[in-house]
């Protein structure tokens, strides 16, 4: 089967330390350790992400902003922050 060329949606899988991608089409799957650093999408938003340690504890990883943690508002307004003073004039 031909590579999908697509940012892939992990769940972790039945053995142990590994994710698989969720598309109905693709086989892909990797180990944990070989995941930090990986771009990946998140499934519920289907932004971007690059995949840390942190979101690799869930079973399906998600990004910043989908995530309930109590950082949450914290990085809302660090990104804020940053947004105001790269489109300042």
Not at 24 to 45: A, F, V
Not at 50 to 59: E, F, H, P, Q, Y
Request: hydrophobic fraction near 30%.
């Amino acid at each position: 089967m031909p590579a999908l060329k697509h940012f892939h949606i992990y769940q972790r899988w039945g053995k142990k330390g590994y994710y698989r991608c969720t598309h109905s089409e693709c086989s892909h799957y990797l180990h944990i350790s070989l995941l930090d650093g990986k771009k990946s999408t998140c499934p519920l938003c289907h932004k971007e992400m690059i995949l840390t340690k942190d979101m690799l504890r869930r079973a399906v990883p998600r990004c910043i902003y989908c995530s309930n943690t109590k950082f949450k508002g914290i990085r809302y307004t660090a990104m804020d922050l940053a947004l105001e003073l790269f489109t300042q004039e």
